[in-house]
C-alpha cells in the first residue's frame, strides 16, 4: 500500500470525523442520544480497559473460527460433489442459489430451536452463512477447469481420481480463493447476526446490550469495532492471499 493511498484514507476519515462532529454540535437528531466522536473514542477505551470488549472479541472469534473451519470444510465437499457430479447438481444445485440468498438473521430462530440460548446455535448460524458461498465458489472452480488441461492430462495417461488430485485441484486453486474469502466475509455477518440473539458473549451481544440500556456510545463504537475487524482481516489477510495465488496462477 503505498503512501498517497494511506494519505487519502486517513484524511477521508478526518473528514467523516469532521462531519459527525458537527451533526452532533448542532443537535440535528434532537429526539436520540447522539454521541460525539470523542464519546464513541472514550466508550471504546473504557470497554477495553475493563476487559469486556477484550472477552467479547476472544469469543466472536472462538464463535468463528469454530464455524467457519466447518463451513470451508462443509462447502468444499459440497462444492465438489455438485461440480462433478451432474445429477447431483441437477438435483440439489439448484437450491444452493435459494439457501445462500436466505439472510442469516433467518436461520436464528431455527438454531435456538435446535441448540437453545448456547453457543452452539452461535456457531450453527455461522456454519451456514458460510457454506452455501463456499459450495457455490468451488462447485464454479470445478466447472472452469480448462476442458484442454483434461484432454492433455488424458493423453498422458493421467485420468480419474488421479486426473482430479493432479489436474483439477491446482487449476482451482484461484477460484477456491476467492470462495475462502467470501466464506470469512459472509460468515462474519452470520457471526454477529447470530450473537445479536445469544445469551452468551460477544460482539453481538455486547451490541444488544449497549440497545437495552440506550448506550448509543457504545452501540457506535462496537458497529465501527465489527466493521474494521472486517475490513483489516480481508484486506490484510485474504485479499492478499487471493492476490498472491492469482498472480502465481498467471491470473493478474
Known amino acids: 500500500m503505498n503512501l498517497s493511498l494511506i494519505t487519502k484514507r486517513i484524511v477521508f476519515l478526518v473528514v467523516v470525523a469532521g462531519i459527525w462532529q458537527g451533526i452532533y454540535a448542532l443537535n440535528i437528531f434532537e429526539d436520540i442520544i447522539f454521541p460525539s ?3 464513541v473514542v472514550s466508550s471504546l477505551y473504557e470497554g477495553f480497559a475493563d476487559g469486556d470488549l477484550v472477552t467479547a472479541l476472544g469469543a466472536s472469534f472462538r464463535h468463528l473460527f469454530s464455524g467457519l473451519v466447518l463451513a470451508i470444510l462443509f462447502g468444499t465437499v459440497l462444492g465438489v460433489l455438485l461440480g462433478k457430479s451432474r445429477e447431483a447438481d441437477e438435483t440439489a444445485g439448484m437450491y444452493l442459489v435459494a439457501l445462500q440468498s436466505i439472510p442469516s438473521i433467518v436461520w436464528v430462530p431455527l438454531a435456538i430451536m435446535i441448540f437453545g440460548f448456547s453457543e452452539a446455535a452461535v456457531v450453527f448460524v455461522v456454519v451456514l452463512g ?4 463456499m ?7 470445478i466447472r472452469s477447469v480448462p476442458p484442454h488441461l483434461l484432454r492433455a492430462a488424458r493423453t498422458m495417461g493421467v485420468s480419474g481420481v488421479s486426473q482430479f488430485f493432479r489436474v483439477e485441484i491446482p487449476a482451482s486453486v484461484p477460484y477456491f480463493m476467492s470462495g475462502l474469502r467470501l466464506a470469512w466475509a459472509f460468515s462474519w455477518r452470520a457471526l454477529m447476526a447470530g450473537e445479536l440473539l445469544s445469551n452468551g458473549p460477544g460482539l453481538g451481544y455486547s ?6 440500556y440506550a448506550r448509543m456510545d457504545q452501540v457506535i463504537g462496537i458497529i465501527i469495532i465489527i466493521g474494521v475487524i472486517g475490513a483489516v482481516v480481508d484486506q490484510l489477510v485474504f485479499s492478499k492471499l487471493e492476490k498472491n495465488v492469482m498472480k502465481r496462477w498467471g491470473i493478474l
Open 37 to 39: 466522536p470523542l464519546t
Open 130 to 133: 458460510g457454506t452455501f458461498v
Open 135 to 141: 459450495a457455490l465458489n468451488v462447485r464454479s472452480a
Open 207 to 212: 451490541l444488544r446490550y449497549a440497545q437495552d
